[in-house]
């Protein structure tokens, strides 16, 4: 019986690279990601404190720009309000000049009348109207009433007025007693004279002639006094004595 001889091949082992090795791409790719991660943060981080820096800049800046815009909005209202402050004074001195002008004229008014009155008083021998007026103001009449009586001497006078406006309307007389249709105050006090004012309005289509006026005292003499409505609107006319009728009651 033939013995076999068992058959042997030798190998070399092959070296077997160590775990490192074998993953070195992977631990590179790692490194390599915290070296990115590290420089990333730390540049960031200097990026921040620069952007922090900017924007602590900005906002001084911004400061800055706020305050001196509200300095400029106070100077602003500061000087309108000047300029409110000189126009209204101007104003009120334009103002001033025309209410003086106003007065001098209606001072020069009364000096005159006075004057006229003065220069009347030997003619004044009774109670009279002394001065009447009529003038249009857009839709109304003001009618201006001036009764005097003899200065010399004079004596507290009182007494009531009536006022008879006659007129045409439609084709046919027509009177209308002034006191009564306006609620007049009528009343009349004085020593050496008063003025009477008084605001009326006519009717459509009435057509004024003439103005009847009586003076009633209290010692029943009635003075009656007829004007013509042409010589007293928008114009002044003065009485007379001659026009004057007394009567006693």
Same mark, same amino acid.
């Given at each position: 019986?033939?013995?076999?001889?068992?058959?042997?091949?030798?190998?070399?082992?092959?070296?077997?690279?160590?775990?490192?090795?074998? !993953?070195?791409?992977?631990?590179?790719?790692?490194?390599?990601?915290?070296?990115?991660?590290?420089?990333?943060?730390?540049? !960031?981080?200097?990026?921040?404190? @620069?952007?922090?820096?900017?924007?602590?800049?900005?906002?001084?800046?911004?400061?800055?720009?706020?305050?001196?815009?509200?300095?400029?909005?106070?100077?602003?209202?500061?000087?309108?309000?000047? @300029?409110?402050?000189? !126009?209204?004074?101007?104003?009120?001195?334009?103002?001033?000049?025309?209410?003086?002008?106003?007065?001098? @004229? @209606?001072?020069?008014?009364?000096?005159?009348?006075?004057?006229?009155?003065?220069?009347?008083?030997?003619?004044?021998?009774?109670?009279?109207?002394?001065?009447?007026?009529? !003038?249009?103001?857009?839709?109304?009449?003001?009618?201006?009433?001036?009764?005097?009586?003899?200065?010399?001497?004079?004596?507290?006078?009182?007494?009531?007025?009536?006022?008879?406006?006659?007129?045409?309307?439609?084709?046919?007389?027509?009177?209308?007693?002034?006191?009564?249709?306006?609620?007049?105050?009528?009343?009349?006090?004085?020593?050496?004279?008063?003025?009477?004012?008084?605001?009326?309005?006519?009717?459509?289509?009435?057509?004024?002639?003439?103005?009847?006026?009586?003076?009633?005292?209290?010692?029943?003499?009635?003075?009656?006094?007829?004007?013509?409505?042409?010589?007293?609107?928008?114009?002044?006319?003065?009485?007379?004595?001659?026009?004057?009728?007394?009567?006693?009651?």
């Amino acid at each position: 019986m033939d013995v076999k001889t068992p058959k042997y091949i030798i190998k070399q082992a092959d070296d077997k690279p160590s775990f490192i090795k074998q !993953h070195w791409v992977i631990f590179s790719l790692l490194g390599l990601a915290i070296l990115t991660f590290l420089i990333g943060r730390y540049s !960031h981080l200097d990026v921040l404190q @620069a952007f922090k820096g900017q924007k602590q800049t900005w906002a001084e800046i911004n400061q800055q720009l706020s305050e001196t815009n509200d300095t400029n909005q106070k100077t602003i209202s500061l000087l309108q309000t000047e @300029a409110n402050i000189k !126009h209204q004074a101007i104003m009120e001195l334009q103002r001033n000049i025309s209410d003086m002008s106003e007065d001098n @004229a @209606a001072l020069k008014a009364d000096v005159a009348f006075y004057e006229n009155l003065l220069g009347h008083k030997d003619g004044i021998k009774k109670l009279r109207v002394f001065e009447l007026s009529a !003038h249009r103001s857009d839709e109304l009449v003001l009618l201006k009433l001036v009764l005097a009586q003899k200065l010399e001497k004079a004596q507290l006078i009182k007494g009531q007025i009536t006022l008879q406006l006659k007129g045409i309307q439609s084709d046919q007389g027509e009177e209308i007693d002034l006191v009564e249709q306006f609620k007049l105050n009528n009343d009349y006090e004085f020593k050496y004279f008063q003025i009477k004012k008084y605001t009326i309005s006519l009717p459509k289509g009435f057509n004024p002639t003439t103005l009847l006026v009586e003076l009633q005292s209290k010692n029943k003499t009635v003075v009656t006094e007829q004007f013509q409505w042409s010589d007293i609107i928008d114009v002044s006319i003065a009485g007379s004595d001659n026009n004057v009728i007394t009567t006693q009651n």
